[in-house]
């Protein structure tokens, strides 16, 4: 299969809150924070996203993870069914479906890769969004 490299990046970028927060998600099971305690720094570069989260945003991302966790299992199966000629239309599919999700939340595609980074370094965030996932 061959995709373009944006669409690929794409897909990866919005799948990660899926793969860091799916058992949560799936299973609504408990699950500790990273082992990680260190903090990004305080800035809003995107390269160092602030811990600083609006409860508003934090509540967007944990629904766009829940919407996406969903997409991706319906796409996995999708993809793995169809004929090798329309997986790339599928995969394309599947990517503007979860910007979809995504934006529909009031969030970026940067704001949530951001709140994702910042809950993958900081266990205060991280425990917030599982939180959010549970309800």
């Known amino acids: 299969m061959r995709a373009s490299n944006g669409s690929v990046a794409l897909s990866a970028v919005l799948t990660a809150g899926y793969l860091l927060f799916a058992p949560a998600a799936n299973a609504q099971a408990q699950q500790s924070p990273p082992a990680s305690t260190t903090a990004p720094n305080a800035t809003q570069s995107p390269a160092a996203p602030s811990a600083d989260i609006p409860d508003k945003k934090l509540d967007a991302a944990a629904k766009a993870v829940k919407g996406i966790s969903a997409l991706q ?18 995969a394309d599919e599947a990517d503007n479906a979860m910007q979809k999700v995504v934006t529909d939340q009031g969030l970026s595609v940067e704001e949530y890769t951001n709140i994702l980074q910042v809950a993958q370094n900081n266990p205060t965030v ?10």
């Not at 199966?77 to 599928?90: S, T």
């Not at 991280?126 to 309800?135: A, I, N, P, S, V």
């Open 73 to 90: 299992n319906t796409y996995e199966q999708k993809i793995a069914q169809a004929p090798q000629a329309d997986k790339n239309r599928i």
């Open 126 to 135: 991280h425990q917030k969004l599982l939180d959010r996932l549970k309800q």
